[in-house]
């Protein structure tokens, strides 16, 4: 089955203490991002990859790190959280350029 | 950049009826426009796209419209059901170009029975 998994679902952490939101698809695709979802908000992109070792900034990348290493792995990475990155977070993969976005099923992360 | 603006943020209809889904795009050179459903616990889902070379696509119940010379785009759903139930998300991009999807803030639809 054609899919976009997160590990893990619901994180509670405090402020400072590094983590890890891990991103998997396996359907080929070139092209992974991340979005936060915010009340009122609507989704904002934090940062997007092409390609293997080929990412950028989104709208949003302030506090937020990934890599690239493998086409079908593009981890989300808090070196040191803050309330304010408390949110719901998925990671979406495209192949190419053009088409339709898929959509992991979220990590809902609190900070405090 | 792209800038999306969506409305209404709530939309409440009786079972049956249809409902409309309105969003307004900055950028002219944008020509992708999909429309994601999210259920609640779930990721989007994309349940309808259009492309700018083209003005109205249907599939079902659902279709979506488009007014390049307004930039404006619309979601309409006829015979609304009560799994329709479920916050919407415009979005706007230039397929082919680096940048991701800019997506409006999203329409909380609710069909009442």
């Known amino acids: 089955e054609a899919q976009v998994t997160q590990n893990p679902r619901y994180l509670i952490t405090v402020t400072g203490k590094k983590l890890t939101v891990t991103c998997s698809q396996n359907?080929?695709?070139?092209?992974m991002s991340w979005y936060r979802q915010d009340p009122g908000l609507g989704l904002r992109q934090i940062y997007y990859?092409?390609?293997?070792?080929?990412?950028d900034k989104g709208d949003v990348p302030e506090g937020y790190k990934v890599s690239r290493k493998e086409k079908r792995n593009f981890p989300l990475i808090l070196e040191s959280p803050s309330p304010n990155q408390t949110s719901l977070y998925f990671c979406?993969?495209?192949?190419?350029?053009?088409?339709?976005?898929?959509f992991g099923p979220g990590t809902r992360l609190t900070v405090t | 950049g792209e800038n999306v603006e969506q409305h209404p943020s709530t939309l409440s209809v009786q079972e049956g009826d249809s409902a409309v889904i309105k969003c307004t795009y900055s950028?002219?050179?944008?020509?992708?426009f999909p429309w994601y459903k999210q259920e609640l616990g779930k990721g989007p889902q994309l349940i309808i796209d259009?492309?700018?070379?083209?003005g109205e696509k249907k599939d079902q119940r659902i279709a979506v419209t488009l007014n390049k010379t307004a930039k404006h785009f619309s979601l309409h759903i006829t015979e609304t059901q009560p799994e329709d139930s479920a916050v919407y998300f415009c979005?706007?991009?230039?397929?082919?170009?680096?940048?991701?999807?800019?997506f409006g803030k999203g329409t909380h639809l609710i069909i009442q029975p």
């Open positions: 359907m080929n695709h070139e092209y």
């Open positions: 990859s092409m390609n293997v070792e080929v990412t």
């Open positions: 979406a993969s495209r192949r190419g350029r053009e088409g339709e976005q898929y």
């Open positions: 259009i492309r700018s070379n083209v």
């Open positions: 979005a706007a991009s230039i397929e082919g170009g680096a940048d991701g999807l800019t």
């Open positions: 950028d002219s050179a944008s020509n992708y």
